[in-house]
């Protein structure tokens, strides 16, 4: 088991991924959010190619294979995703399993080494921060005011970086 990340004001990523099927490994859209010292730095978003021609999920994010078909495969994808992952504490997810296995699923097959970095899990984290019930991303959202267009990807991690930064507001008791 991987150690448990702590929501500091250190440097992290928050990611999520959006699925075309069932199988982990079809990842169709990434976003992905960089955060150093307390603030956000970077953001992008990324559509992807997985290795079936069938959306079952698009009535979920609305991506469908005429969105994807042209775009490059996580394998073609990772030199440019993989330098927004360096050098950080842990990665962010809301369900951070979820987002955690479509990682290592997407790495696995396609023949890259994953990032061995702790995950934090935003969820969880709401629940011992706020005591919030439930922890679906837009309860969170809504409580902490925040913008979110759910099941974007881009949108649902920058929403898990700010719950983190917000987090770590609270716990220390500094404005943001």
């Given at each position: 088991?991987?150690?448990?990340?702590?929501?500091?004001?250190?440097?992290f990523?928050?990611?999520?991924?959006?699925?075309?099927?069932?199988?982990?490994?079809?990842?169709?859209?990434?976003?992905?959010?960089r955060?150093?010292?307390?603030?956000?730095?970077?953001?992008q978003?990324?559509?992807?190619?997985?290795?079936?021609?069938?959306?079952?999920?698009t009535?979920?994010?609305?991506?469908?294979?005429?969105?994807?078909?042209?775009?490059p495969?996580?394998?073609?994808?990772?030199?440019?995703?993989?330098?927004?992952?360096?050098?950080v504490?842990?990665?962010a997810?809301?369900n951070?399993?979820?987002?955690?296995?479509?990682?290592?699923?997407?790495?696995?097959s396609?023949?890259?080494?994953?990032?061995?970095?702790p995950?934090?899990?935003?969820?969880?984290?709401?629940?011992?921060?706020?005591?919030?019930?439930p922890?679906?991303?837009?309860?969170?959202?809504?409580?902490?005011?925040?913008?979110?267009?759910?099941?974007?990807?881009?949108?649902?991690?920058?929403?898990?970086?700010?719950?983190?930064?917000?987090?770590h507001r609270?716990?220390?008791?500094?404005?943001?």
């Amino acid at each position: 088991m991987r150690s448990r990340p702590e929501p500091t004001g250190s440097t992290f990523v928050a990611i999520d991924f959006e699925t075309a099927d069932y199988g982990r490994d079809s990842a169709c859209a990434l976003g992905v959010v960089r955060a150093e010292r307390g603030r956000i730095i970077d953001r992008q978003s990324y559509l992807i190619r997985p290795p079936r021609p069938y959306i079952e999920f698009t009535y979920i994010h609305g991506i469908t294979w005429a969105h994807v078909s042209r775009k490059p495969t996580f394998r073609e994808l990772w030199p440019r995703v993989k330098p927004m992952l360096e050098g950080v504490d842990f990665f962010a997810a809301h369900n951070a399993s979820f987002d955690r296995s479509v990682l290592e699923a997407c790495c696995t097959s396609a023949r890259v080494k994953p990032p061995i970095v702790p995950f934090l899990c935003t969820m969880r984290l709401a629940r011992k921060i706020w005591s919030i019930r439930p922890t679906r991303l837009p309860d969170v959202c809504q409580h902490l005011g925040l913008r979110l267009k759910h099941h974007d990807a881009l949108s649902d991690a920058e929403a898990c970086a700010r719950i983190v930064l917000a987090a770590h507001r609270s716990a220390t008791g500094t404005a943001g």
